[in-house]
């Protein structure tokens, strides 16, 4: 029954991209919706989240790595039920309208290792003489239970290695810009960058390191 979904969501996807290339009137699309994909990557992404289940309560955990993340980006609310889902939120700002609430948070409020911890890799920690919105907002989250922290920049990465049209099936109205990771850039002497992975339809899963004090989306994990 499974195979016979994920083959019916592909040609439902297909259709759907190929009538928007067919139209003669040209159509403001949804910076946040679908993308065109081709049908390997929306077989891998069918299989890859596949085994990504969304629990109900605001969580969505993946079998293969058992990882368990939040379903909303940081400042968004998620709303419905296991089957019917979707994340809301508030309409934005000016400078970013139609976040559906997201929030960009500061990695940390310094361009140094203050919000760091000293191991290698150096990961985003509450911060000494220092503070860290990121850091702060997924540990303060009671979000299905809590116990939630900033994704690594690997686990970022995973989460953006295929299909970004199945991904935004699990997890709707990710944002169209960068996430930060908790991962600082080792190889940045100065310790004033840090690391982000891209969700955006241009440069799904791309990534990119920034100064600290910078603001971008948050997903939380644990």
Known sequence: MRVLYFVKLIAFLSVAVLGFVGCEEKIDHNRYGFAPEDNNQLIAGALFFENFTNN??????????????????????????????????????????????????????????????????????????????????????????????????????????????????????????????????EQDGSGKTARAVSFSLSNFGDDEDFTKITRYFVRCVR
């Open 56 to 185: 109900g309560d605001g969580s969505t955990t993946d079998s293969i790595s058992g990882l368990t993340w939040k379903t909303c980006s940081q400042g968004q609310t998620f709303s419905g039920n296991a089957s019917q889902y979707d994340c809301q939120g508030s309409s934005g700002t000016v400078i970013n309208p139609g976040t559906y609430g997201a929030k960009q948070l500061q990695y940390c409020s310094v361009n140094l290792e203050s919000c760091n911890t000293l191991g290698i890799p150096q990961t985003l920690t509450a911060g000494s003489g220092a503070s860290s919105e990121a850091f702060d907002s997924c540990a303060a989250d009671g979000t299905a239970g809590g116990g939630w922290r900033v994704a690594t920049f690997i686990e970022l990465k995973y989460l953006s290695s295929n299909s970004r049209n199945f991904m935004l099936l699990k997890f709707p109205n990710t944002m169209d810009d960068y996430y930060w990771s908790s991962t600082a850039n």
